[in-house]
């Protein structure tokens, strides 16, 4: 038994937007527009990691400076305290 183009299984059939075969296209022609959408939006967040990770980095540096300032002038400030009290005691009134 030949088959040829005009049995059943071969025959031209005029194009149906609702077939299955139609709607399985537009699906996967949908996921690859979202593949490409999603790569892009991975490569900005990738970007946008770095940028906040050297912000974050330099906040804690800057913390760290003023803390380190703060915590210099209050010594100094208690010290100086501390010696003009004594030499007030040393000096008397």
């Given at each position: 038994?030949?088959?040829?183009?005009?049995?059943?299984?071969?025959?031209?059939?005029?194009?149906?937007?609702?077939?299955?075969?139609?709607?399985?296209?537009?699906?996967?022609?949908?996921?690859?527009?979202?593949?490409?959408?999603?790569?892009?939006i991975?490569?900005g967040?990738?970007?946008?990691?770095?940028?906040?990770?050297?912000?974050?980095?330099?906040?804690?540096?800057?913390?760290?400076?003023?803390?380190?300032?703060?915590?210099?002038?209050?010594?100094?400030?208690g010290?100086?305290?501390?010696?003009?009290?004594?030499?007030?005691?040393?000096?008397?009134?």
């Amino acid at each position: 038994m030949a088959f040829d183009e005009t049995d059943p299984p071969f025959e031209h059939r005029r194009y149906d937007p609702r077939s299955l075969d139609s709607m399985i296209s537009k699906v996967i022609s949908h996921l690859e527009q979202q593949d490409a959408t999603l790569q892009r939006i991975e490569a900005g967040v990738a970007k946008t990691n770095g940028r906040v990770t050297v912000l974050e980095f330099w906040r804690a540096k800057v913390t760290a400076k003023t803390v380190a300032y703060a915590s210099a002038v209050s010594t100094v400030i208690g010290l100086a305290g501390w010696v003009f009290d004594h030499w007030a005691k040393i000096v008397g009134p």
